[in-house]
C-alpha cells in the first residue's frame, strides 16, 4: 500500500557498491548496485545466506560504513550530508548482540539512548526529566522497566536484547534496524520480541527492517522481503512473491519446500533432509527447473 | 455428590476469578506507573552525583590526614592537630608548636601525601578511561606498557640531561609524555587489528612492550654513571619523595588538565565502552574523543611517571572497584577512581615508610604486591567465564 508513494519512503537506495579496501588491492565488492525503497510504516526483512552482504547493507544505512558509489536517503535527506547526533535521531541500530563487558545497569544502558538528544555538553549532559519519560516508556515496552538497577552482566541473553532495543528506542527514532535480533533467543522471547516490535510499528508507526537467518519469522512479521546473494539484490516483494522454492534453491542451495501457514496465510518454509532418491522425487514434484 | 461438589466448586471460583484478576491487573497497573510519577530518578544524577564527591573529598582528607601521624617519627593527634589547624590550638591547650615536629609535618610528609594522592589519582583515573576506550577490564597504563613508553622517555631526559626546559617548563614530563603516547598508539594499533581477540591480544601486547622497554631502559642504565643510575633504579621502582612545592604545582595542573580533558568526555567513554560502532551509531564523533582521551592518557601517565616513577596496578584495582561498589558510569566512575585512587597510594607510600622504618620500600613494590594477585584472580576468573 505504502511501498512506492515516493514522498512517503523512509529509504531511498539507489545503487549502492561498497567494498573494504581499495580495488587495487583486490577487495571484492560486498554490495553491487544495490537499489530498492523502505516504506515508511513498514517492516521489511533483509534475508539471503552468510556473507551476502546483509549486515554491511545495515551499516550502511546506519551510515557506519559508506558506500564507494551510489546513493541512500532517509526521508528525502542524504544520509552523507548529515551530522551524526541528526542520523541517530533518525535511525537506530541494534546490533548483533554482544557480550557485555562493563556492569552497567540496565537503565543506564537505556539511558545512553538518550545521548544524540542531549545538546548541553557542559554540565555533565546530565538526563533531563523528559529524557527520563523517554526512557521509561522506551523500558516498559521491552518489558525491562522492573530490571531497570539490574546489570547487564547478571540478565539473560532475551533480557539484555530487551534492553539493547530499548535503548534504540529511546533515540526516538523514525526508523529501527535491527541485526538479527532473536538468534539467541528462545521461540517464546522469539515471538513476544516481533509482537512487540509489530506493536511498536502499529502504534507509532515506526519503520523497521530487521537482518534475519529465519525465514518464516520474517515471513510472519513483515510486509515485504528483500532477498541479497552475493552482494546483489535478488529479490523483492511481499512474502507471498519472495518465498518460492525456486529462489531459496537457487541463494542458498539447499532443498526447501513451501506451504502456508494454517492461521496467517502467509508462506512457510521446511527444510528437506531426504536422502538423493526421494529429494529428485520431492524436486520434481516442487520444482520448475531443478538443479 | 461428587459432581455437586465440582459444579459448586467450579460456580463459586467463577465469579471470584475475575475479580481477582481485575485486582492483579489493578496492582501490576499501580506498580507499572509508580515509578514514573517521580521523575527523575534521584539515584543517577546530579543529586547522588554531589553527594558521592562530597562524601568521597571528606574522606580523603581524612585518610591523608591520618597518613601524616606515621613514618619514622610517630607524632600522636594532640600533637598534629594543633599543628595543621592553627585555630585549635587554643582548644588543644598547647601554645608551643615543636619545631622539628613542624618541619617534618610540613616539609615532608604534607608534600609526599600531597604528591601521593595526584599520582594515584591520575593513575586511577587513566586506568578507567583506558578500560573503557580499549573495551577491556584488564587494562593499566602500567600493564599495557604506557607507563614503561614514559618511563624510557623520562630515562632519556635523565641521563643525556636533554633541554633542561623549555619556556619554563621542564623537558623531563614532555619526554615522558612522548613516550606514553608512543607507547598507548603502539598498543592501541596492535589491539585493533584482532578486534575479536583484543582483550588478551592486549595484555600480551603490553607485556612485550613492557620487557622491551625495560629493556631498553636497562641498556641506558647500565652506559650511565653509577652515581645516575643508582638514582635511576631508585627512581624507576616507584618513588615519592621529596617534592618541592614548585614541583608539587606543575604537577597539580597537568594532573587538573588531564582528568579534566577525561572528565569532559565521560559520557562518550560511557557509549564507547559499548563498543566503537554502537557509540558512532548513537552520534559519537569517536575518533575525537578517542584522540582525546589519548592525550590526556599520555599527559597524566607522563606527569605522573615523570616525578614519581613506575607504579603499577593503582589503575587496575580502583576502577574496578569502583564499578562493583558505585557504578560503571563514567561520569562517576572516573572523579571517584581520583579520589580512591588518591586515597590507596597515600596509604600504599605510608605502609611504604614505616614497615621497614627508618628505612623505605619503594611504593611500586606495594601496590604490586596488594594489585598483582588481584589482576591474576581477574584474569583467571574472565577467561574461565568466556570459556563457558
Known sequence: MNQTNGSAAAYEIQGVCFRYGSPAKGGEPLLKHVTFTIGEGEIVGILGPNGSGKTTLLKILAHLLVPQSGRVLVFGRELHGMSRRDIAKTVALVPQDAAPVFPFSIAEIVLMGRFPHQRDQRRFGWESAHDWDVVQQAMEAMDVAHLRDRLMTDVSGGERQRAIIARALAQEPRVLLLDEPTVFLDLRHQVDLMQRLQRLNAEQRLTIAVVSHDINLVSQVCDRIVVMHQGRLVREGPPEEVIRPELFELVYGCHVSVDTHPHSGRPQVSVSFTEERTRSSFISTYYRGGG | ?388
Not at chain 2, 476469578?17 to 544524577?45: D, F, I, N, Y
Open chain 2, 1 to 388: 455428590m461428587s459432581e455437586r461438589v465440582k459444579n459448586g466448586l467450579s460456580m463459586a471460583s467463577s465469579p471470584v476469578q475475575p475479580l481477582s484478576r481485575t485486582c492483579a491487573q489493578a496492582e501490576a497497573q499501580a506498580t507499572e506507573r509508580a515509578p514514573r510519577r517521580h521523575q527523575p530518578t534521584p539515584w543517577v544524577g546530579p543529586t547522588r552525583w554531589a553527594l558521592w564527591m562530597v562524601v568521597l573529598l571528606v574522606l580523603s582528607v581524612l585518610v591523608g590526614f591520618f597518613c601524616l601521624r606515621f613514618g619514622t617519627k610517630a607524632i600522636s593527634f594532640s600533637e598534629l592537630v594543633p599543628l595543621v589547624i592553627p585555630g585549635l590550638r587554643s582548644v588543644w591547650e598547647t601554645n608551643t608548636v615543636d619545631p622539628i615536629t613542624s618541619t617534618i609535618v610540613w616539609q615532608v610528609r604534607v608534600p609526599r601525601i600531597v604528591l601521593a594522592f595526584l599520582v594515584g589519582g591520575s593513575l586511577a583515573t587513566v586506568g578507567g578511561a583506558l578500560q573503557a576506550l580499549l573495551r577491556n577490564p584488564l587494562a593499566d597504563p602500567y600493564v599495557i606498557g604506557v607507563s614503561s613508553g614514559a618511563a624510557l622517555g623520562a630515562a632519556v631526559a635523565i641521563l643525556f640531561g636533554v633541554g633542561g626546559s623549555i619556556g619554563g617548563l621542564s623537558t623531563l614530563p614532555l619526554c615522558a609524555f612522548v613516550g606514553a603516547l608512543g607507547s598507548l598508539a603502539i598498543v592501541y594499533v596492535l589491539a585493533s587489528r584482532h578486534s575479536g581477540l583484543s582483550m588478551y591480544t592486549l595484555l600480551l601486547a603490553g607485556v612485550v612492550l613492557n620487557a622491551i622497554l625495560s629493556a631498553v631502559i636497562m641498556f641506558l642504565t647500565s652506559i650511565a654513571e653509577p652515581s645516575r643510575a643508582f638514582g635511576m633504579y631508585a627512581w624507576l621502582m616507584g618513588n615519592l619523595t621529596g617534592p618541592d612545592p614548585a614541583t608539587l604545582g606543575t604537577l597539580t595542573v597537568y594532573v587538573a588538565i588531564g582528568i579534566g580533558m577525561m572528565v569532559a568526555q565521560a559520557r562518550a567513554l560511557n557509549l564507547l565502552a559499548l563498543g566503537e560502532e554502537v557509540a558512532r551509531s548513537l552520534g559519537v564523533d569517536v575518533e575525537r574523543v578517542k584522540k582525546g582521551i589519548f592525550v590526556s592518557a599520555a599527559l597524566l601517565t607522563g606527569a605522573v611517571v615523570a616525578f614519581s616513577g613506575m607504579i603499577g596496578f593503582v589503575g587496575l584495582i580502583v576502577p574496578h572497584m569502583i564499578r562493583l561498589a558505585v557504578s560503571a558510569d563514567h561520569r562517576l566512575l572516573l572523579p571517584a577512581s581520583c579520589f580512591v585512587g588518591g586515597m590507596f597510594l597515600m596509604v600504599a607510600d605510608t605502609v611504604a615508610r614505616t614497615v621497614v622504618s627508618p628505612g623505605e620500600i619503594p611504593v611500586g613494590v606495594i601496590t604490586a604486591i596488594v594489585g598483582g594477585p588481584i589482576f591474576l584472580y581477574l584474569l583467571v576468573q574472565r577467561s574461565r567465564r568466556s570459556a563457558l
